[in-house]
């Protein structure tokens, strides 16, 4: 009697991925690669997986949602209030600039991302995760950074901003002041991440590394733009004969259009430096998603620093803030694109298949493995501190047997 046909199919309970050939529980996605198991050849390039971003699985990777994208380790249920935490500080700009308040304007644009994200720290257990020291050093040199450099700087664009934005710098200093300073400035502000990863790497997880760089990116923007504009608040509280124009616009740029960019282009080269690739590809394509990221970081650097030769130029301050905005939603999405990337990509924690554990996105309970077979999510798209907490109290079946009968009287 042959037994042929009952050994040459899958193990009851699992199917083969069509991707990394392996033998994987059943589900929607595979729990190893992290593809979809059945319309994979209908979901695009296998390598990106545009239909499902790992850190919100719910949504399509090029969905613009600012909140999955700036603070990706929220869980489902944070995510309304730091939606609400934007709408909140996009209103606080909108009223410093209709009562023409230049100080609470100037603090609301500097401060308000920043904040935000220090909060985002605490709620995804980057506290936790991350040694304190680390987080300090990165504050530290981005404040430190961004403090001297304006003061190093301060005399050679003073008049640009005493001229205001879009009143443009003639002759030879347009290279100098539009291009020089900005590219400068750039490099300076992704200083604190590469120093900290050379001194204190620490363990490597992507979103680690994004936490890190986009926290220095913003302490150095949020510093520079206090230490430069800092001059305006002795022009008292109440700028009646600014025009109405010129406060909107330089709400936009220097409250939404600067601090996503930073924060971004900082993120983006923290993920890049933070990744590690499994080990057992570390020879395949060894550098092709670090050197992707840094790419994307570099084209959004490249349109940044050619904004500054835009902010010197003669051309309408309307135009100066569409264009800004354009290059902190393309920056946005190769955040986005950069770090489904990488938590597709990189080494991931030890599969435990036989072992259960809480999915914190969709509140299955499925196989402890890289992403989970219900809805994609990477398990790093979670904190360690969580993962360290699920896995210590797995969760238990319980069997129900058959109610008791009854006497009946």
Known sequence: MS???????????????PVCQTEVPEGEFCGLCGLTLKDHGTSGPGWLRIKAYSASPGEHLLTPNIVSSL??????????????????LLAALVAATLFRLPAALITVAALGLPLL?????????????????????????????????????????????????GAGIAGSRI?????GIPVASLLLMLAPAVLVRLVRPGHRESLDGFAIGALGALMFTAAAQMTRLAPQFAGGMVAKSRPMNGLIVEAGIRGIAVPITAAAVGGLIGTALWFARPANKQHQHRNYVRVALTVFALIVMTMYALLGLVDVARISQTLQLALHLAVS???LLALRIGLQMALLHEAHDEILSDE?????????????????VA???????????????????????????????????
């Open 3 to 17: 037994t042929e046909a009952e050994t040459d199919g899958p193990t009851p309970g699992l199917v083969e991925c």
């Open 71 to 88: 603070f990706p380790r929220l869980s489902p249920g944070s995510r309304k209030a730091f939606l609400l935490g934007l709408g909140v």
């Open 117 to 165: 994200f220090l909060i985002y720290l605490q709620e995804s257990d980057v506290y936790d995760d991350v040694p304190t020291g680390t987080l300090v050093a990165t504050a530290g040199l981005g404040i430190g950074l961004g403090v001297g450099w304006v003061l190093l700087t301060g005399a050679v664009v003073a008049q640009a901003y005493d001229v205001g934005l």
């Open 175 to 179: 290279l100098r002041d539009g291009l």
């Open 329 to 331: 939603a393309v920056a």
């Open 356 to 372: 259960p554990l809480l999915c914190t996105y969709c509140g299955h309970v499925v196989p402890d493995m890289a992403f989970c």
């Open 375 to 409: 809805c994609g999510a990477a398990t790093r798209a979670s904190s360690r501190s969580s993962r360290k907490a699920r896995r210590h109290t797995r969760p238990v079946r319980v069997e129900t047997g058959p109610e008791p009968a009854t006497d009946e009287q």
